[in-house]
């Protein structure tokens, strides 16, 4: 039953959608936004408690939300995590214990309507905006991004070009905005003129229509030096993408890993941060 629940849901919610967008297109679309940009996970659970705790925190009020930040102090460089889409600070433990032993000073914080952090929608305009306001903050030598913390990273480059960052670590970005959307409408079904006016709603509200909100686009603006970590066999991210940043970031190093997931969650690819980080 649960099976079917989750095949469906997506379908009437979608559905709900068009039935709106006759009567008021203004709502639905506002709506598809909102759904589009809220986590329906990430939020500390009980086991991750104790070794955020461990970590000095500090929270930061951006605009209307509150973000909270962990620094595990050391006298080295400053490494920034940017976590990914529903997770938190708290999957970066095993990389964040590696790296302080090393005399790395590392620094965390959780997205808006992630982790300890307060607010209900997360997206890359926003993400990238807090991160800039971190990067104030704390002055990273570094910056290592995962999945949608990857993307706001290099799209922060692209709005906040901040030759201080002297490293950059994206593992597995999604790229292109256009096919993140292409499986919106799939999902939910919805018409084409449907993403067309959702389209435009975006132009509106972020300067962008979709197929111009590029990380392979934005990547060629990166004077930084990158490793680019990305499985073969990503499906949630296609590895695709991750050749196009290949080709227009001109420092960056691509390195492509077999079965390690989405996640990269494997003591190799820690080993290839940390040489990337201390060579």
Not at 69 to 93: A, C, D, F, I, P
Not at 208 to 224: A, L, T
Not at 228 to 247: C, M, R, V, Y
Request: proline letters at 4%; a positive charge; aromatic letters at 12%.
């Amino acid at each position: 039953m649960k099976e079917i629940i989750k095949k469906y849901a997506p379908i009437l919610v979608g559905k709900r959608l068009q039935f709106l967008f006759i009567f008021n297109k203004k709502k639905a679309l506002h709506k598809a936004y909102l759904l589009f940009s809220k986590p329906l996970k990430g939020k500390v659970l009980p086991h991750q408690e104790y070794f955020l705790e461990e970590a000095e925190d500090e929270v930061v009020q951006i605009n209307n939300d509150y973000i909270q930040t962990y620094r595990w102090g050391n006298m080295g460089e400053t490494v920034l995590m940017v976590h990914g889409w529903e997770s938190n600070t708290h999957r970066w433990k095993t990389l964040i214990e590696k790296l302080h032993q090393l005399g790395f000073n590392v620094i965390a914080f959780d997205a808006p309507a992630q982790g300890n952090s307060t607010g209900k929608i997360l997206n890359i305009p926003l993400y990238t905006e807090c991160l800039q306001k971190i990067v104030e903050l704390y002055r990273p030598n570094h910056i290592i991004g995962h999945s949608v913390g990857a993307m706001a990273t290099i799209f922060h480059q692209y709005k906040y070009p901040t030759p201080e960052i002297e490293k950059l670590v994206m593992l597995a970005p999604p790229v292109e905005m256009s096919s993140i959307m292409n499986g919106y409408q799939k999902a939910l079904k919805l018409s084409d003129k449907f993403m067309k006016a959702l389209n435009q709603y975006f132009k509106n509200k972020f300067g962008f229509y979709f197929e111009e909100f590029s990380m392979s686009e934005f990547s060629k603006s990166i004077k930084q030096y990158g490793l680019l970590i990305h499985d073969k066999h990503d499906k949630i991210a296609p590895h695709s993408g991750a050749k196009k940043i290949q080709e227009n970031w001109n420092n960056v190093k691509l390195i492509t890993t077999t079965d390690f997931g989405h996640s990269l969650f494997f003591d190799e690819v820690d080993d290839m941060i940390i040489d990337f980080l201390k060579d």
